[in-house]
């Protein structure tokens, strides 16, 4: 204009998604938008005639996909692979398909929660209890996949949607087997990339998968333990400033200590351990299987047990029990002065391994002897804490002394039980013990499962062995 007045761009009116209402495959009509992508959105769409919320994933019609002629099979494989996983902690597919006008979609579970990737985020990094939770769960997932020959290849935060599932809000779900790999069979199985096309999430990626040779399930092995690594610590291993340089620390370096990552992370070392094996950059030198690493991870206990004086045994294996397991001070009858200390750390437990089994646990009882050992207290005779001695074998008819046990049997197996929310076990079947003077003491217990409706129960340490049936969902 001449007077050299501004003026306001205008705005083009927003495009409608041409989508929304529309109903696809003859059932699934969309109404709004859940996520944007390059290649496609996922839309919240209800089913018909069930009137069934779910997720509809939809490929965007204007993908052509000409770098990657192999991508609309690959969904398609996706969405048949991911149909064919009944694990809970697998997200469902209902249906899929490709529309007359040439619509790829899959309608999946439509869940309330929010990604790994995000859950990192909020929190910078998470306790070991909570990561080890949560890669207990993506290992059942990826197993059941492992076992029908397919591999996920694409593991990371991002397709790892922790949902609310009742009372429990890190139920996890494995996301997107978009970049899955089929190698059941004596062959190879189907390459459905085109060579020279780079696929995967450099920082999640093992080194023979960037390298470009043979893999095999034990790449997802590796990438969860670049997940457990960033849960633990809130960074990666491995961040250059370039996707390139990513790739090649994956391939030449050592991953840094997790404490020199975050120097406030609290890591035990057997979950130390066990990431270090999930990171090694030769195959041999991993876990072989999901399972294997979901037996190392079930090994670790909780670290509210980690200091207490007995121990639990899950199904073969040792690990303390958490402090919330009730255990009673022992007190030294010999003197009026020794009968005034209180002896924090007098509880003590021996395992013997007799006859192919556990023999017995014993529980150190003050002596005249003892006593002698106990540094004297000072004139106002101040509580001291004491080492554990020497596991003797002490009379079981003192009750205060007494280590009863109790032996929590699931219907299926593999629950993790709480007391007042502290655990007990991260899989039943287990042993518990107590050093409990009264064994008709009713313990309020909670075992859950997922896809199980939790179960609470009242039980005395009398009634051993309990077995608790859970509902499926």
């Known amino acids: 204009m001449s007077d050299g007045a501004s003026v306001a761009p205008i705005k083009a009116p927003p495009v409608a998604d041409p989508l929304l209402g529309r109903t696809i495959g003859g059932r699934f009509k969309i109404t709004g938008v859940i996520a944007r992508g390059g290649m496609g959105k996922v839309y919240r769409a209800e089913q018909a005639p069930l009137g069934r919320v779910c997720a509809l994933k939809v490929l965007n019609p204007m993908y052509s996909g000409s770098r990657d002629p192999g991508f609309h099979k690959r969904f398609l494989l996706e969405a048949s692979v991911v149909a064919r996983l009944s694990h809970p902690n697998t997200v469902t597919v209902f249906d ?24 990192i985020r909020q929190v910078t990094f998470m306790p070991e209890d909570r990561a080890a939770h949560i890669a207990r769960q993506i290992c059942r997932a990826v197993r059941e996949a492992h076992d029908l020959g397919v591999i996920h290849r694409d593991l990371k935060p991002a397709n790892i949607y ?11 779900k494995v996301l997107d087997f978009g970049l899955v790999k089929q190698v059941a069979g004596q062959g190879r199985g189907e390459e459905l990339t085109q060579t020279g096309l780079f696929m995967g999430s450099p920082k999640y990626m093992a080194p023979e998968q960037i390298r470009g040779e043979w893999v095999d399930r034990r790449i997802d092995v590796y990438a969860l333990g670049v997940i457990l690594y960033e849960m633990v610590t809130g960074k990666v291993p491995f961040e250059g400033p370039s996707g390139a340089h990513t790739l090649m620390a994956h391939v030449n370096d050592a991953p840094p200590p997790i404490r020199e990552r ?35 991870l079930k090994a670790i206990p909780p670290p509210s047990a980690r200091d207490s004086g007995l121990q639990v045994i899950a199904k073969g294996r040792v ?31 021996g395992l013997a391994l007799v006859a192919g089994g556990v023999a017995g646990f014993a529980l150190w009882r003050s002596s005249d002897a003892a006593a002698a ?30 280590v009863v046990k109790l032996r929590i049997t699931t219907d299926p197996d593999g629950a993790i039980v709480k007391e007042n929310g502290i655990p007990l076990c ?19 217990l909670t075992v859950s499962l997922p896809g199980y409706h939790a179960e609470r129960k009242g039980v005395r340490l009398a009634d051993s062995p309990i077995v608790i049936r859970l509902s499926p969902k």
């Open 96 to 119: 899929y398909g490709k529309t007359d006008d040439g619509i790829y979609f899959m309608a999946m579970e439509y869940l309330e929660g929010k990604t790994l990737h995000r859950a």
């Open 162 to 172: 922790l949902a609310e599932h009742g009372d429990e809000t890190d139920f996890v």
């Open 262 to 296: 975050n120097p406030n992370a609290v890591v035990s070392p057997a979950l130390e351990e066990t990431i270090a094996r999930c990171l090694a950059k030769k195959p041999d030198q991993r876990f072989a299987s999901m399972d294997e690493l979901l037996a190392s």
């Open 319 to 349: 690990s303390p029990v958490p402090s919330g397991v009730a255990f009673t001070t022992v007190t030294s009858p010999v003197s009026r002065r020794t009968r005034s200390v209180r002896l924090l750390a007098g509880i003590a437990s």
């Open 373 to 402: 050992r106990v540094a004297t207290p000072a004139a106002d005779e101040a509580e001291v804490a004491l080492p554990v001695p020497a596991v003797t074998v002490a009379p079981m008819s003192a009750r205060a002394n007494v």
């Open 426 to 444: 991260s899989s039943t079947p287990c042993d518990v013990l107590y050093a409990d003077a009264d064994p008709n003491r009713v313990h309020d």
